[in-house]
T-cell receptor, first 112, second 110 residues
Framework: DADVTQTPRNRITKTGKRIMLECSQTKGHDRMYWYRQDPGLGLRLIYYSFDVKDINKGEISDGYSVSRQAQAKFSLSLESAIPNQTALYFC???????????FGPGTRLTVL | QKEVEQNSGPLSVPEGAIASLNCTYSDRGSQSFFWYRQYSGKSPELIMFIYSNGDKEDGRFTAQLNKASQYVSLLIRDSQPSDSATYLCAVNRGDYKLSFGAGTTVTVRA
């Protein structure tokens, strides 16, 4: 069974729609992250959470929001999707103290 | 200046050869360093991590770290077609976040 899961795996939506991407983990890690990946730009951090009560903005948080419902669940929302949010989105968790990060399978989001 | 820089490639090597990938970083206070392999359309997979200056070997992979020169490298020995992927360098500055390079694409030709 996968340690970090993401739903949905693929999503096509229209401009202006609200979208939620969900991430669940069974690794027991406190720290969770949301990244987006665009061709040639690598992975960029959107939001991160060190525990249920701790939420932090990453380098590209505008247009996104998150919710940490439990230690194991971290959701990313696009309140009003726009075409330049078309990307591959990854959730990750990290262990302490090595700080190694483990990624989910990704969600491919297309905004038309 | 980007925090983490890698040559984008593609780096083409013959099967059985050594592939050498380089990564430089800008924050001298960076503490831990990671190499991820990513196949097209898939998620990054951790293959090596290194914290101290010097070499670290794991199977066909060797990571090398030189903090004074602010670079970290990855050697892939006896390259196989299955090593064809994009390799991402990631650096942790000690604040529990990773900064990623854009990746180097490696193609191993049979």
């Amino acid at each position: 069974d996968a340690d970090v899961t993401q739903t949905p795996r693929n999503r096509i939506t229209k401009t202006g729609k609200r979208i939620m991407l969900e991430c669940s983990q069974t690794k027991g890690h406190d720290r969770m992250y949301w990244y987006r990946q665009d061709p040639g730009l690598g992975l960029r951090l959107i939001y991160y959470s060190f525990d249920v009560k701790d939420i932090n903005k990453g380098e590209i948080s505008d247009g996104y929001s998150v919710s940490r419902q439990a230690q194991a669940k971290f959701s990313l929302s696009l309140e009003s999707a726009i075409p330049n949010q078309t990307a591959l989105y990854f959730c990750a968790t990290s262990e302490s103290p090595t700080e190694r990060q483990f990624f989910g399978p990704g969600t491919r989001l297309t905004v038309l | 200046q980007k925090e983490v820089e890698q040559n984008s490639g593609p780096l083409s090597v013959p099967e059985g050869a050594i592939a050498s990938l380089n990564c430089t970083y800008s924050d001298r206070g960076s503490q831990s360093f990671f190499w991820y392999r990513q196949y097209s359309g898939k998620s990054p997979e951790l293959i090596m991590f290194i914290y101290s200056n010097g070499d670290k070997e794991d199977g066909r992979f060797t990571a090398q770290l030189n903090k004074a020169s602010q670079y970290v490298s990855l050697l892939i020995r006896d390259s196989q077609p299955s090593d064809s992927a994009t390799y991402l360098c990631a650096v942790n500055r000690g604040d529990y976040k990773l900064s990623f390079g854009a990746g180097t694409t490696v193609t191993v030709r049979a």
